[in-house]
């Protein structure tokens, strides 16, 4: 028997755009008690071994390799049958590694997003949800289940929980006469980012380089829009982001408070949400994904279990970091307030409709199942015949 761990830890942050923050007339709209009841819970697809959403990923996914082709194969997938209405790109780099003598290994940023209909792409100002996907090359054998294919497991279940719903509000706008290009600049935005683990030892040139390379490549192509926005940034930064954190600790309290929670309750994940944000001490010296869009002014707000909290869970980085040892209540509660927060941040209240939902979305996934079965099967059939050589 395995000790699972009460608690939950990925690298795992949700990047917040200044510019959302100070739209004029802008927003945050608090979820109604029925709409945060009616939010599903992803159990099934959180499954280790047969789980729609997770299980694929966990798999050893080491940049250039075959397992790491796969599990980005899964969520290109994931978004053309589930989500067909969002835009995927590639963004892709190479660069050498400690241990590759001179070679260039590639790396591939994932981003799925979706914008109002008819906006403008660069008037959109999008929340970012961001995880990495790639897996550490040591220990042999590494699955990095909260580092972290769990929280992108999440993040994928909160989008298609509120996709329909976001389809539904710009109708809506549209037929009351508004155009949701103008009412309504608020876009959604994952990345799923590449080669965040070191190869060797972790370094500021051994580490994160898809995260480097997409921060350098997207200022070099919105520089003049981002200038604009370069304000002082730790008071401003501190400010906004203590409110986003401060609504996903209100989310959790009402999530919990209405029996929604199934993890242990006895330490919230949010210790300093009453605190006033002058007084919440600044926590340095996480490396992750979110400092070289941080260096260059984005909005961050890092979740991560830190000490003097829980801490690193013992598995971190250890070969036992499996499916096996995911607390799963807590992963699935991690689903609910995230997709509750992100559902609130797009004002999605009124439109979230889950009767009509369900039904569209077993068609997919059913579809979507049976192709990664066909996959698993020419994958089995592959393997065999190489063993036999
Ligand atoms: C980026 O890399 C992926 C995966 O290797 C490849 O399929 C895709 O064509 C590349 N995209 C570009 C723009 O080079
Ligand atoms: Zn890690």
Redesign the pocket.
Known sequence: MSPAYRGFVGHFFLALSLFLLLLPGYAYEILSDDSLNSLPRASEDYDIHTGSLLSPILRTRVPGTEGH?AV?EHFANFFRTTLPKWNIE?Q?STSTTPISKGKEV?F?NFIASRDPPGAPVGDVGRLTLVAHYDSKLTPTGFIGAIDSAAPCAIIMHAMRTIDAALDAKWTAMRTEGLDPSLEDEHGIQILFLDGEEAFDHWTDTDSLYGARSLAASWSSEFYPAMSTYKTPLSSIELFTTHWAYQSLAAAEERLRSLGRMKSASDQHWFPDSKKNSHDVIPLGGISDDHLPFLARGVEILHLIDFTPFKGFPPVWHTIEDDGEHLDMATVEDWGLVITAFAAEWMELEGYLDFEQQTKSQTESQSKSRRDEELEFEAEAIRLNKKTEL
Do not use: R
Request: charged share 15%.
């Open positions: 082709e980005l590639l892709n590639p591939v």
